[in-house]
T-cell receptor, first 113, second 111 residues
Framework: DAGITQSPRHKVTETGTPVTLRCHQT?????MYWYRQDPGHGLRLIHY???????DKGEVSDGYSVSRSKTEDFLLTLESATSSQTSVYFC????????????FGPGTRLTVL | GQQVMQIPQYQHVQEGEDFTTYCNSS?????IQWYKQRPGGHPVFLIQ?????EVKKQKRLTFQFGEAKKNSSLHITATQTTDVGTYFC???????????FGKGTLLTVNP
């Protein structure tokens, strides 16, 4: 498996609180992605990064922000968590980005009460 | 925007039976990738198809990419309990480095 870790692996929080999820890679890959996975919806792209400080929105970006200050770290922040953001969050990385495969982290299960 | 449809959503088979999942894109793809996710796990890359009409095999798994590069299929011959999981296709359009995932097909195998 590629060197990708996510933290925390599990989190329970309350509605309205801020939450930050961390993705850390040791592969020096340029591209990093945040997905959420929900039953019946598959994997949906939230935000992605194509370099340090270079990020862009995916298809379900509302309510989420990201930051990438170093190649190895990609942070996903829920400014004010809502119950609809209860999900499993996966980070992924890829090397060249174009026609390159993605390697996924182990996931973070987030529950918003 | 690009949409990738995958059917069926669920498939239950007896061990030894064959299994096929199909993927259709609303747009022409530059390549299509297949991933497998075991229950409780994370998606793991299986294969990438790039050429029109391409067919690739991995042991009991056969992957096809349509002539128009808008559809693909994964066929498993003689399923085993180790094949259990969700199979996702993911399409890449042009030089866009984003992947659009299908919703996946959950395969369960009865021993």
């Amino acid at each position: 498996d590629a060197g990708i870790t996510q933290s925390p692996r599990h989190k329970v929080t309350e509605t309205g609180t801020p939450v930050t999820l961390r993705c850390h890679q040791t592969e020096n890959h340029r591209y990093m992605y945040w997905y959420r996975q929900d039953p019946g919806h598959g994997l949906r792209l939230i935000h992605y990064s194509y370099g340090v400080k270079d990020t862009d929105k995916g298809e379900v970006s509302d309510g989420y922000s990201v930051s990438r200050s170093k190649t190895e770290d990609f942070l996903l922040t829920l400014e004010s968590a809502t119950s609809s953001q209860t999900s499993v969050y996966f980070c992924a990385i890829s090397g060249t980005g174009m026609t390159d495969t993605q390697y996924f982290g182990p996931g973070t299960r987030l529950t918003v009460l | 925007g690009q949409q990738v449809m995958q059917i069926p959503q669920y498939q239950h088979v007896q061990e030894g039976e064959d299994f096929t999942t199909y993927c259709n894109s609303s747009t022409t793809l530059s390549n299509i990738q297949w991933y497998k996710q075991r229950p409780g796990g994370h998606p793991v890359f299986l294969i990438q198809l790039v050429k029109s009409g391409e067919v690739k095999k991995q042991k009991r798994l056969t992957f096809q990419f349509g002539e128009a590069k808008k559809n693909s299929s994964l066929h498993i011959t003689a399923t085993q309990t180790t094949d259990v999981g969700t199979y996702f296709c993911a399409g890449q359009e042009g030089s866009n480095y984003k992947l659009t995932f299908g919703k996946g097909t959950l395969l369960t195998v009865n021993p």
